[in-house]
């Protein structure tokens, strides 16, 4: 397969790259930095907003790893997703967000989300709100293939690879240790399987540790 990944530096996406490539896939990296930390051969220096057709045009997926912590810069989770919409709108490509946990809900209803619970840390609500607000977006796109993964409430940049994963939808899933909680390594995996597998089209899942 071939796949472009966009901010490409971050380190969910080198994890998806190093993935992605050790199964065999053709991979194009885009990141707005000139050095390509990266193990991707096939690195491009452009920011997000600078993408064209042109640039994302044969590929079989995008992996959107677009993230923000700085309060004043959350609006570009909304932003750069929905651009990247507007490049891939009406053609087969994929495009596969990395998501958030703050809105996955808690209750059968869906109308609580994680991050309403009174102990969801309040540094953490902005990019919580954010990426919210992404997916209500990408749910009124029906023009475009994509799938936003969120992953556990606990994740863990450098946690073990296990290579196990438990699949859940809308709702927080703990494992049978009673955690949320997942490594950036494990998050990968998910993310590769279904790009490979292509079974949540305009849908949201979400991962959690075994």
């Known amino acids: 397969m071939k796949i472009a990944v966009v901010a490409a530096n971050g380190r969910v996406s080198q994890k998806v790259i190093e993935e992605a490539i050790g199964r065999g896939f053709e991979v194009k990296a885009f990141g707005r ?56 709108s009406g053609t087969d490509t994929r495009l596969v967000i990395v998501g958030g946990a703050g809105s996955l809900y808690v209750n059968p209803e869906h109308t609580i989300q994680v991050k309403d619970g009174a102990d969801f840390p309040a540094i953490f609500m902005p990019l919580a709100n954010a990426m919210g607000e992404e997916l209500d977006e990408l749910r009124k796109r029906s023009d475009v293939n994509w ?64």
Request: proline share 2%; hydrophobic share 35%.
């Open 33 to 88: 930095g000139s050095e390509n930390k990266t193990i991707a051969k096939d690195y491009v220096q452009k920011d997000i907003m600078d993408l064209t057709k042109e640039d994302l045009a044969g590929f079989d997926a995008v992996v959107d790893g677009f993230g923000a912590w700085k309060d004043e810069e959350q609006p570009m989770h909304v932003t750069t997703s929905q651009h990247l919409c507007d490049i891939l």
């Open 147 to 210: 799938t936003f993964i969120s992953p556990a409430g606990d994740f863990q940049a450098d946690g073990e690879r296990t290579g196990k994963y438990i699949l859940g939808g809308e709702e927080l899933v703990l494992n049978s240790k009673g955690e949320s909680v997942i490594s950036y390594a494990d998050y990968a995996i998910a993310m590769v399987d279904e790009i490979e597998k292509g079974n949540h089209i305009k849908e949201r899942i979400s991962v959690v540790s075994e």
